[in-house]
């Protein structure tokens, strides 16, 4: 499509909605941009089919479209508006160098752009690899203190969920540590609870 020119406040928006992957409801546009794309902006954005808008719950939903992409290509050679203001004509000093860089990356502003869907964690092969990294040979019991940090970020509830769902399994054994003066304020919190009783200790079969 040609390069639709617009008002700095439209202009404005379409790149903050570029910059936040091409996908955000007003209020995700008011924290980050301060603005929002409404009223007349947003009808004549959905007009010139450069944006998809719907609304969902008591706030509008937009989306660039195909062609929305193809004005943000065209705008990393565009200059800056008039009355820009100096933080905006930096911006536009800005885009021709992102531009290069993606041409010499072969990467389109959409791919770079777009945030990827994070792939789901498969928490019980997590939880094995972790085991085989601590324990000398199978079936060696192993603190579930030592086993979390080697988790990530993974949530406790869905870490102890599968914990939970694994002891069901013939090859894996969770129990408490049968001396419990040993363990410290670590290692007690690092415990699943099982059936009422706290499980600080995990063993797997090889396989």
């Known amino acids: 499509m040609a390069h639709t020119e617009f008002g700095t406040p439209e202009r404005a928006l379409l790149v903050a909605l570029m910059a936040l992957g091409g996908s955000a409801s007003n209020p995700e546009l008011r924290d980050a941009f301060g603005a929002a794309l409404d009223g007349a ?7 010139l089919g450069l944006v998809a808008s719907e609304k969902r ?51 389109s502003l959409g791919e770079f752009l777009v945030r990827a869907e994070p792939e ?8 094995r690899d972790a085991y085989r990294r601590l324990a000398r040979r199978p079936q060696d019991w192993v603190l579930l203190t030592a086993v979390r940090p080697l988790l990530g970020d993974a949530p406790r509830a869905e870490v102890d969920d599968v914990l939970r769902r694994m002891e069901r399994l013939p090859d894996v054994n969770l129990a408490p540590e049968a001396n419990q003066r040993t363990l410290t304020a670590a290692d007690r919190a690092a415990a699943v609870r099982v059936g009422g009783t706290d499980k600080h200790l995990l063993s797997i079969e090889a396989r």
Not at 41 to 47: F, I, P, S, T, V
Not at 58 to 66: D, G, I, K, N, S
Not at 120 to 127: K, N, Q
């Open 41 to 47: 902006a947003r009808r004549r954005m959905n007009g």
């Open 57 to 107: 719950g008591r706030a509008y939903h937009h989306e660039l479209t195909e062609d929305g992409w193809a004005w943000c290509v065209a705008e990393l050679s565009a200059a800056a508006p008039p009355r820009a203001g100096s933080l905006g004509r930096a911006l536009y000093l800005l885009l021709p160098a992102l531009r290069d860089a993606l041409r010499r990356s072969g990467t």
């Open 120 to 127: 789901p964690v498969d928490l019980e092969a997590g939880i």
